[in-house]
């Protein structure tokens, strides 16, 4: 006897397919051509293949012949929409009608056999893909090869080289491994290519404080050199790059932390309420100064050109091997600091480091590559070289815009160095 299927998967099975037809429906409205599928053919193939499978759901006889005969009165007819097409002079070669009532088809099978999120989410994707073409194939033409190519070399690297590293120490002078290394290198390079991508392909960043946000996933360090520069020459408000630069440290103490959770979750627990705090401080002035500071005169009736996206792509291969390279070198020097001078060390390291990319340091302490320090110990280390980051950021701050246009800014990130260095004292027993 068949088993009866449950209710709740009979109703899911209904309502994606009625929706994958809705969405099909929608979209070729505008045609003339009729096409297979719909509001009414997608249930049924779904309901088709369902049954067929609860035949057999074993070996998939029934289920397999449904397909076949699918696939043949499939063929037939996207043999004749070729032909169609060509006689108009422009062939009809897409997939896509073919491949949804494939998706209707299986629909059924998987509906009932596998958990819900995988029917909602593959029907769900569907849809998106369908409705989303144009935006798609714009995004498409975008994309500059040479993009695609980096991507191509970091998931290669990422998806062959990661796996084959050890993951045990090479040498005794630090507790790193290679997988260690190159798993810190994915994680940054993966954040800060979301931010890149969105600066560069998403129209809403180049206007607002969007640039700033992401700008702080990508290098709170860049994006303060930026606005700074941005603001000195006169065609951005005051007020915007004011607010700006403090926004992208306000978000990169959320960056350091989400880093650190990957890697280390007792160590995030202990960073969670002094970064957050630090970061709420920077949200709450950045809005203050734009909300309340007076914008430039001269640059309120200047036109804005569009704000540049950054200039390298942090997928390119020199970029992460420069990455790798620094990160193997922070290693080397907080365990032989660690061993030399201690916990007193390692905070004049944290910082030293400062003065150039934190997140080797970081990540280095997260993955335990400061031998005999307790939690607090890294935490305090953390915050010492945010703060001193703050105090270089807010040099370039004052120094690239002349002073004056960002000298709210450069207040604000040295009272948040100095936020950091009181919250590390009582954390690290300085």
């Avoid at 970091?154 to 002078?173: A, D, M």
């Avoid at 260690?180 to 404080?209: D, I, K, N």
């Avoid at 103490?253 to 990957?262: E, K, N």
Wanted: glycine residues 8%.
């Amino acid at each position: 006897m068949i088993p009866a299927p449950p209710v709740t998967s009979v109703a899911l099975l209904l309502g994606l397919s009625l929706f994958l037809g809705l969405a099909f429906e929608d979209f070729f409205a505008h045609s003339d051509t009729k096409r297979p599928g719909g509001i009414r053919t997608f249930p049924m193939l779904a309901v088709a293949g369902g049954m067929l499978y609860l035949f057999d759901p074993t070996h998939f006889i029934p289920f397999t012949g449904g397909l076949l005969v699918l696939g043949a009165w499939l063929a037939i007819f996207y043999n004749r929409h070729v032909r169609d097409g060509e006689e108009q002079g422009e062939p009809n070669v897409g997939l896509v009608i073919p491949v949804l009532n494939v998706h209707a088809y299986l629909l059924g099978a998987i509906t009932l056999a596998l958990p819900p999120w995988v029917a909602v989410g593959t029907t769900v994707t569907a849809v998106l893909l369908l409705t989303g073409r144009e935006k798609l194939h714009a995004l498409a033409r975008r994309v500059e090869v040479k993009e695609i190519v980096t991507a191509g070399q970091f998931l290669i690297l990422t998806g062959i080289i990661l796996p084959l590293l050890p993951n045990e120490p090479v040498t005794s002078l630090t507790k790193i491994t290679p997988h260690q290394a190159w798993l810190a290198l994915v994680v940054v390079s993966s954040l800060s290519y979301v931010s890149y991508l969105a600066q560069r392909y998403w129209a809403a960043a180049a206007g607002g404080l969007w640039m700033a946000a992401l700008g702080g996933l990508y290098s709170s360090t860049a994006t303060t050199v930026v606005l700074a520069r941005q603001a000195q020459s006169g065609w951005v408000m005051r007020r915007n790059a004011q607010a700006g630069i403090t926004l992208a440290t306000a978000i990169m103490y959320l960056r350091i932390l989400l880093v650190v959770a990957v890697f280390n979750l007792t160590l995030a627990r202990a960073l969670v309420l002094p970064l957050c705090a630090l970061s709420l401080a920077g949200l709450i002035v950045s809005f203050l100064q734009f909300r309340f500071a007076q914008p430039d005169v001269h640059a309120a009736k200047a036109k804005a050109p569009a704000v540049q996206p950054p200039a390298g792509n942090p997928l390119e291969l020199v970029p992460a091997a420069l990455f790798a390279a620094l990160f193997i070198l922070v290693s080397l020097v907080s365990e032989w600091t660690t061993s030399e001078f201690g916990i007193s060390g390692i905070y004049s390291l944290a910082a030293v480091v400062g003065i150039t990319d934190i997140d080797p340091f970081v990540l280095n302490l997260a993955q335990g590559g400061a031998s005999g320090m307790s939690v607090s110990a890294l935490a305090a280390a953390i915050l010492i070289a945010a703060s001193s980051n703050n105090i270089l950021k807010a040099i370039y701050a004052a120094s690239f815009a002349g002073g004056r246009v960002t000298a709210a800014s450069a207040a604000a990130l040295v009272a948040l160095a100095v936020a950091g260095v009181a919250i590390a004292i009582p954390i690290g027993g300085l």
